[in-house]
């Protein structure tokens, strides 16, 4: 009846007619492979789907990474100790009001770096100069606080530093007859804001009371701000410098008073050391940060232009 026999399936035709898969073909998208009710091995990559890590498997544990942390956080202190900011702790009344026994202040180290020097009215902690401490009892710190104070975690228990006010520079001459005012350059301080109640800006004693000197470059001269209780540049004028401060030795600047928290607060520079015709530091050195940023900007130009130049070829 037809060309087709009835029964004898060839594996081209299926039911009614309808033309039939090869049994050795596979439908889109079906997987041929072990367990192909679903996926390939694939899969999980090519949906973006993260594999689940081996059974077992954990994360590094925190007491193992305590000591790599507690590493870090040392190496940051004193990496911060050594260039930036330093505690230290006032042993003296030498700068009453200003300061008292006890109170700890940070010391801004970065500053000096970049070539800048101390100026007239700064609170600055510098390393004694030429035996200033001699006589004075030593801290005897223990093995903690030896540790702690090196790597900038505690005050300072360096005894050899001393902490004073900066009252003349380089080419300032300051002069100081009975009890005062004392002059820079002729201009004469008004000191009540800062120096002791009680005190005088001069005292009369034959020792260092009475004084008119000539700060020479590259010095600084420094008084406490308890007057007739430190042994400052007056005191020290027969030593090596005269009783200056080499630049030099300067630590840093004493910025905040940061502890006791209720003494809390920032060391300015007193009004009357900005006053007019007080005198101004000469040019500062090419060391200055304008002048690191001009030499670091040089090479960045060169290569730019360059680049530029091979583009137009």
């Not at 228990?157 to 002729?186: F, H, M, S």
């Not at 020479?216 to 020290?236: F, L, T």
Request: hydrophobic residues 35%; aromatic residues 6%; glycine residues 12%.
């Amino acid at each position: 009846m037809g060309d087709v026999a009835v029964g004898a399936r060839s594996g081209h035709d299926g039911p009614e007619g309808q033309p039939e898969r090869p049994d050795d073909a596979a439908a889109p998208g079906v997987a041929d492979g072990p367990g192909s009710g679903g996926g390939s091995e694939n899969d999980d990559a090519s949906t973006g789907r993260a594999e689940q890590p081996p059974n077992g498997s954990k994360q590094r544990s925190f007491w193992k990474e305590l000591p790599i942390l507690i590493g870090i956080a040392l190496v940051l202190a004193l990496l911060i100790k050594t260039f930036l900011v330093q505690a230290f702790s006032i042993p003296s009344d030498s700068m009453q009001n200003t300061l008292q026994v006890g109170d700890r202040v940070l010391v801004d180290k970065l500053t000096p770096w970049f070539g800048s020097e101390p100026e007239r009215g700064e609170v600055v902690v510098f390393h004694d100069p030429d035996n200033w401490l001699a006589g004075e009892p030593t801290a005897n710190p223990n093995a903690l606080q030896t540790v702690l104070s090196w790597i900038g975690l505690m005050p300072s228990a360096e005894e050899k530093d001393l902490i004073k006010r900066v009252i003349g520079v380089g080419g300032d001459t300051i002069e100081c007859k009975n009890t005062g005012p004392l002059t820079v350059n002729g201009k004469a301080l008004n000191e009540s804001s800062y120096v002791y109640a009680g005190n005088t800006p001069c005292s009369q004693d034959e020792e260092g009371g009475q004084f008119k000197v000539k700060v020479p470059q590259g010095m600084i001269w420094v008084m406490g701000d308890h007057r007739q209780n430190s042994r400052d540049s007056r005191y020290n004028q027969t030593d090596k410098h005269h009783g200056m401060v080499p630049v030099d030795d300067v630590v840093g600047r004493a910025i905040v008073r940061a502890w006791p928290v209720n003494r809390w607060g920032t060391l300015p520079v007193p009004d009357t050391f900005g006053q007019t015709g007080l005198g101004a530091r000469a040019a500062a050195p090419v060391t200055a940060p304008g002048a690191v940023a001009l030499v670091g900007a040089v090479p960045l130009v060169l290569v730019r232009r360059r680049r530029k130049a091979a583009r137009g070829r």
